[in-house]
């Protein structure tokens, strides 16, 4: 009977001292845990910019934080759109800020109405002049507008990845008729088709102006075609480029006759309401009405992208497009992206 009591002994206090133990590592634990903020108080104002990295960082805390933006690519030319700030364009098209701005600059300074605008070369001393600055965020003042519209091409010609690369180039070829063109360019990723669908209405706007600028589709297809694909093999590439431009020629002559039919669908709206004020019927249906045109099927007008220009230097480089956008700088000279998406990522 005595071993017996000394065996239960034994067990009763292995048992206490286990549970001592997790006792003990309770307690740990919850020392150990992050409780809620106290004395929060404001200590500084830190905002991101482009090109200067973290503004307002407090002293302590600039060892360990990159003075420069780490995802923003030093470089606006030949960087992926990935490195890059980026904003909608009135269409929705999603394209690099910098584009933006140089295309909002072409057309404040009646670019469009120059002759030969996008085929006659800019001074190529005032272009490298100007791409360092736009390295910067900076736009100079008193650009000559063929450099405007020759980096515009640059920035295409100079991509990592031709805008119309990811396309199967045998299908490309393969294209017969517009509507084989307009149904191919549905393959583009989102990314190319918003660059693509930006040129292709860019283009649209020039030819607008053709009897001024004497140029029309065909000869801006043909100096935008040698930029939006990089085939190595020069045979292969030159047969590709003329089928490329026939592509661009295609969707711009599409872009404009759906700007014609938006046109009359205005006109036709305007020229039912001024009537309907007659008849009882006409004026319930348009009393309360805004007519809202809304373009016919984006992604078939999505796709279009910028070529070399025949007598541009090789070794000029440069990377802009956009859409319509205000043309804004800061004190310093930084360009102040006008709708600026801040979420973008990309790498050095």
């Not at 992604?299 to 992208?305: D, G, K, L, M, P």
Request: net charge negative.
């Amino acid at each position: 009977f005595g071993g017996s009591a000394s065996s239960v002994g034994r067990v009763v206090l292995e048992l206490s001292r286990c549970f001592s133990t997790a006792e003990e590592e309770e307690n740990d634990r919850r020392a150990m845990d992050i409780g809620g903020p106290t004395n929060v108080r404001h200590v500084a104002h830190v905002t991101f910019d482009r090109f200067n990295g973290f503004l307002g960082l407090p002293s302590e805390f600039e060892p360990d934080v990159p003075r420069k933006a780490p995802s923003a690519s030093a470089t606006v030319f030949g960087v992926s759109t990935e490195s890059m700030q980026l904003s909608y364009d009135s269409r929705g098209n999603c394209v690099p800020v910098i584009l933006l701005l140089l295309q909002s600059r072409l057309y404040d300074q009646e670019g469009l109405q120059v002759e030969g605008i996008f085929r006659i070369t800019g001074e190529n001393s005032e272009e490298e002049y100007v791409r360092e600055q736009l390295n910067k965020g900076i736009i100079p003042d008193g650009i000559d507008v063929h450099c405007l519209a020759g980096l515009i091409k640059a920035w295409f010609r100079e991509l990592p990845r031709g805008v119309l690369d990811p396309l199967p180039s045998e299908k490309v070829m393969q294209c017969e008729s517009d509507e084989d063109f307009v149904k191919v360019v549905r393959l583009l990723p989102q990314t190319e088709a918003s660059l693509l669908n930006w040129a292709i209405n860019l283009m649209a706007d020039v030819v607008q102006f053709e009897h001024v600028n004497k140029m029309n589709t065909r000869n801006l297809a043909l100096v935008f075609a040698p930029n939006m694909s990089q085939m190595a093999d020069p045979l292969t590439a030159l047969m590709y480029a003329v089928q490329v431009m026939k592509l661009l020629k295609t969707l711009t002559e599409k872009a404009l006759k759906d700007r014609e039919a938006t046109s009359s669908q205005v006109d036709t709206r305007c020229g039912d309401e001024d009537g309907g004020k007659e008849e009882d019927n006409q004026l319930e249906e348009e009393e309360d009405g805004v007519y809202i045109i809304t373009e016919e099927d984006a992604s078939e007008s999505i796709r279009v992208a910028a070529v070399e220009d025949e007598h541009k230097s090789e070794s000029m480089k440069s990377d802009f497009v956009g859409s319509s956008a205000s043309d804004s700088k800061g004190d310093n000279g930084v360009v102040q992206p006008p709708i600026c998406n801040t979420n973008y990522t990309g790498s050095k």
